[in-house]
């Protein structure tokens, strides 16, 4: 090219690349297999098969590729886990896929510190792949951890001792792990490191299920796709930030372990932050971390993880005087509860974030037990403003309510005009009710939504171990007030 030339070249078109596969991979045509550890208990059979079956019949589980391996001591046989499963899963409009569905169920049994059984479970899942034709290193298994953290560690030595796929071909092995992530910081760490020492982070899927929920995935797109928010989402126009769980219902006769675990770490750590609580999970610390944080770079997994993990690490120390517990009346009724237990069964803390958008806005988080309404929300309120003319600050701020269940909603509360002759202002909401506005579409489970998501390795909704070390340093905190009192 001389001197003073141009070269103009085309470039290919632009696109949105936040959930492709690294250049240079290769595709993933092999057959999957997915193991469900823990087959025969509550947690599978209400929660883990009905998403498998709900995905199958709407088609995101092909029938010539996947087969379902359940693995647990029980002894029992295909039929009588499917049996055990199949009220799990009714449909009566489509009796056949329903049928079809059981038939790809096949069940192992054995011991979860044993090779003897995970021998006989890899021999189970090679002979599915060598039926399907699947290259060797090409195929795909998708082990499900339903069980107790207790056994995690020896399951998941069996697993990489026993049943681990090639990847150089495309296959790939992944481990879901349910909640509770450890007990505190420390039993946190040395179950990261037991399962760290086995599986890279790539290969781990940390699961809460409310990370899964409609209104939660909804954070994202609702902070940085709306130009109206984007200038007043900040400390210099909100007063504060509630993120509040309540149940109207105690601990139905799973006192026992509520006792071991309180709402501090059942609800705050577990659900508004990870682990399980009978029905109704939430996540604090994930929420807090969707409503707080910067705009990633882009939507890849690891870039929206960066940013929930600065939020957290701006987390300032709780003191005692921002903590109120409380433990509800009848809870040591419960015969499975000690009669001296001084567990909260109610919590309220304050959060502090220190960084230049948040500082001085108090994030509020209150979770409870046998309350008086069964609810999860999160309530952005405003300031008041200044100069009001009108005196209508006695009707309350404005607010942005997100209801995460029941009954999906979010609604923002503004002053008006009464209608009428007199100049007198009420406050009324814009509301958008997701059963009125999308009658007829169908919300998937948040299970549904992240098994699909572990099938195609998107981590975003999955919390990553320096993600869960900093959670774990919070709740500590929190705990170490709830010890002192």
Known sequence: MGSGEWHVEKRSTLRNDSFVKESGSAPETGCLSIVVLGASGDLAKKKTFPALFNLYRQGFLNPDEVHIFGYARTKLSDEELRDRIRGYLVDQKNADALSKFLQLIKYVSGPYDSEEGFQRLDRAISEHEISKNSSEGSSRRLFYLALPPSVYPSVCKMIKTCCMNKSDLGGWTRIVVEKPFGKDLDSAEQLSSQIGELFDESQIYRIDHYLGKELVQNMLVLRFANRFFLPLWNRDNIENVQIVFREDFGTEGRGGYFDEYGIIRDIIQNHLLQASIPDIIFIYLQVLCL???????????????????????????????????????????????????????????????????????????????????????????????????????KQGRNEFVIRLQPSEAMYMKLTVKQPGLEMQTVQSELDLSYGQRYQGVSIPEAYERLILDTIKGDQQHFVRRDELKVESCCVGDLYAVAAQD
């Open 291 to 393: 409503v707080a944080m910067e705009k990633p770079i882009s939507l890849k997994p690891e870039h929206i993880r960066d940013e929930k993990v600065k939020v957290l690490q701006s987390v300032v120390p709780i003191t005692d005087e921002e903590v109120v517990l409380g433990q509800y009346e009848g809870y040591r009724d419960d015969p499975t509860v000690p009669d001296d237990s001084n567990t909260p069964t109610f919590a309220t803390t304050i959060l502090r974030i220190h960084n230049e958008r948040w500082e001085g806005v108090p994030f509020i988080l209150k979770a409870g037990k046998a309350l008086n309404s069964r609810k999860a929300e999160i309530r952005i309120q405003f300031k008041d403003v200044p100069g009001d003319i009108f005196r209508c600050q």
